[in-house]
Structures are given as structure tokens and as C-alpha cells.
């Protein structure tokens, strides 16, 4: 018997919600998406089984290795009890070889740069199925490769999780139904009409992951590491490949630059004009310039490149520069144009704030004030309250404080806006 | 040094609806508390058992007879144990206060009787 204590080196931060989006994505390539259902119930027992053992035998050697023998495993259980049943009617058996090897007479063995070589990129685009409307496609992504629960799916998206749950009952039904069991696309050219939907739901891991809201830590890295990542890919990928996707991958990796100087040591976020600079990452800095340079050649300009603009207009600018607000608001004009969501609405107002003061900032702000989607999003009403304070209004300040409160859920965020409740009573 | 088994019993299914962030940070929890006891040299190891519910072997007057552990009586399981040294049951108790897994079941502390 191992000693309970022997596994005492931490895991890899972030190690099951990673593995659970890749195993989803390796087991959907091997077994159909249309077993999407029961290869993420078998995924789930997997991390419960970990979750359950490890304290007593102390982590695996290899905890990648034991969680993907694990869930292979239970995936087969699974499959053969329905096999059992008769509820699942195939003439392929279960044990057959991955599709990728017996598929490999009809396709040259070596597909070359055209192939989509990660699982998790197939699945991405497996899920932007054509039978799937886009918000149910976008929820499924960020669920089964972005190993999103519930809750921060419905927080992402500014919807009930209720219905987020619904949409995913929804998704798997369909997928289950659909005429083509095995709905991955084979070869890239198939899947240029999905790449808008993959973009939409990369966003939207990423912003989750920046905005880590029911996390301890103020960023989960993981996440927008692995956005960036898949993008990047999609990016550089032959045919998939469109400026849309530098620009979204510019946009990534300059806001990425910044993750580590966004909380202090003691995880308290760090407003944008005192972050310390040198903690910025001037890897990730060149490697946003790169794709925002790439992303030019495109004809017309997307959001994605709207949105680069703008996190290029504080990073990319010299450190004795203050920011250009005028052309930030410019941007987010254009940007309204184009992808008017309710949030960078709020952007926007704060921009106006900056560029031409508080009352602005409180006219573009009351003009949001009945979007319902707002009421529950706790950076507008903290919005409200910090140019509340700037007009010297101490009492709708903290007032508009406590609302942004009752909607964060993340400690140090919460401890970041108890600070500037602090302030206002401090100046009342 | 005395010995003490901690019996961790949990209802089943207590983990499933976690996500898995939340399932990590669970775990962790119990690993922190597991190195806390190995580094003050208290924890002599521990192990989960399966999770179905065994067998019973009794007596009756047609001989033993077997049969599967109180499947519909009770949802509960015990999960598997832990063996620590203590001196005494308080000690013991103190230990296993701690315990993450009173966040997700209770603890049974019983003695090994050595003597």
C-alpha cells in the first residue's frame, strides 16, 4: 500500500477542468459525437474516481495517464451496458479500432498540414454542427472543450444557467439524432462555414477565463492560454486561416499579456493605470503585434480587429504615453456597430468617462440602465459607482457598490469592491 | 503508539454534480490535510474501497448464507479509511477535526485494539 502521503507534489493548476475538455475531445473522435452524452458522463466519473482515490493512494505518477485509461475505460462500460440493452443500434462495434485508422484506406495516412490534427479543434468544430443553432452550438463548445460548468457558462453568456442547461439536453438530442453519426468534419474545406461559430465561443472562453468570477484566483490562466492556443492554431492553419482569426488571436494574446499584472500578490485586481508594466509578458506583447500586423491584410474590418485595437491601444503604446481615450471611444463606436452586446456598451460608457469626464460617463451609463442583461453583470454598477464618486456623489456610489456586491461571487474581486465601498466611507 | 482507523462514510454520489475546477479544489483540500498529518509523522496510510456494496456472509440453519451488502437499506457507503497514530481519542479527534470530508460525509473514529 502506497502512503496516503506520498502524492504530495500539487497537481498542474487547473489540471482536471484541462483534462476533462481533452478527454471529451480524444473519446468524441474515437466514439462518435453522437455518444457525446455518455462520454462526458464517463468523463465526470473519471475526475470523481480521482477525486475519491487519490487522497488515499496519493496522486498517480502519471495523473494524465491514470484519467484517460480511466474514462477509456468507462466509456466501454457505458457503451456496452446500452449495447446490452438494445437501445443503441450500430453496425460498428464499440471496440473498433479509432475512425481515424480505419478511415486512413480511404484518406492518405499523412493528410499534411490540411488535417485537423487536434482532437480538441475537431470537436470544436464537430460542435458548430450545422443542425445546432448558434447560442446552443457556442454553449455545447465551452461546455465540452472548454470543461465550463453550468454556472459559468451562464455567466459568460448573460443567461439563466436554467437555460443553459437546456441548451445542452437540447444539443446532445440533436447531435444524437443527427443523419451523420460521426459529424466531424473530415477535411478542413468542410468546416470553413463553422470557423465563425468556433471564434464566438473562443471569445467567450476567453473572457470567461479573464474574468475567472467564481474563482479564488483573479485570472484562470489555463483558460485563456488554451483559447489562445486553439486560435492560434486555427489562425496558421492553411485553409481555415482568415484575418478574422489573427485578429481574434492578436486580440488574445495582448489582453493575455497583461493577465499577470492584473492582481497584486495578494490576488486583489490591479486597475489597468497602476499595473506594474514590467510584469507584463513582452513574449505574448510581440506575439499580438505579429497577428495584429497578419490580421491587416484583411478587407474589411471585423470585430475581432476592433477589439485588438483596442487592447493594442493600451498595451502597444510607449510607457510615458497616457492613453489615447478619444481614439479608444472612436473604437468602441465602430465597435457598437458591430457587435452591440450589452457589455461593451458598458465598455464603452467608461471610455466616454475617461475621455470627457463624469457626467459622460453617468449620461452613457443611464442610457443602459433597462437593459435587463445588466441588472445581474456587477461591473456596471460598479462602473456607476466609480464615476459616482468621481462627480463626488458619496451616497450613489456606495450604493451602486453594494449592488455590484450582491452579484460577485469571486473573493478577491469581492474584496477589491469592499475596498472601495471603504473609500466612500472614508470621503461621506 | 496507538493506532486509530478513521472510517470516512459519505452518501453516494456526493461528488457527481461538481464541476471539474471544483472537484480539483476539493481534492486538494484533502491532499493539504493528508500532507499536514504525514509531516507531524500521524498518518500511516489509508485506502478506498469499491464502491459497491459487498457481500454478507451469515449462518442461518441451511448454512452460511451470502448475500449483497444492505443495497436499498442505505445509500451510505463508507468510502474508504484512514489509519493514524494518536495518543488517545482526542488526539485522534483533533486530527481528523480537520478533515475536509466533514464538508462531504462524517468520520468514524474507532481504536485498534492492541492490547
Redesign the interface.
Known sequence: MQSASSGISPLVDDLFRRESGRLVASLSRRFGVARLDRIEDAVQDALVQALRRWPFTGIPDDPVAWLRRVALNRTLDLLRTEQRRGQWVTSEPIDAPAPETASSAASPPDAGDDALGDDDLRLLLACAHPALSADVAVTLMLKTVGGLSVEEIARALLVEPAAIAQRLVRARRTLAEADEPLAIPRDAAAAVPRVQLVMQALYLMFTEGHAAAQDDAVVRFELCAEALRLSRRLALHPVLGTPELDALTALFALQGSRLDARADDAGIPVLLDAQDRSRWSGALIALGAHHLERAMRATQLSRWHLEAELAAAHVLRPPEAAADWPLIVTLYDRLMQLAPTPVVAVNRAIAIGFARGAAAAREALDALQDDARLARYPWYHAARAHFAMAAGNVIAAREAYDTALAFTASPPQREWLLQRVQQCGESG | MPKFMLLLHEAAGE??A???????A???R??AW??A???KGA??????LGDEHGRWLKRGPKGVQISDGPFNESKEII????AIEADDYDTAVALAQDCPHLDHGWIEVRRVDAT
Not at chain 2, 498518518?43 to 478506498?48: F, L, S
Open positions: 461528488f457527481a461538481l464541476s471539474p475546477t471544483e472537484m480539483q476539493v481534492f486538494e484533502y491532499n493528508g500532507k498529518l504525514a509531516d498518518m500511516r496510510g489509508g485506502e478506498k468510502g474508504g479509511y484512514f
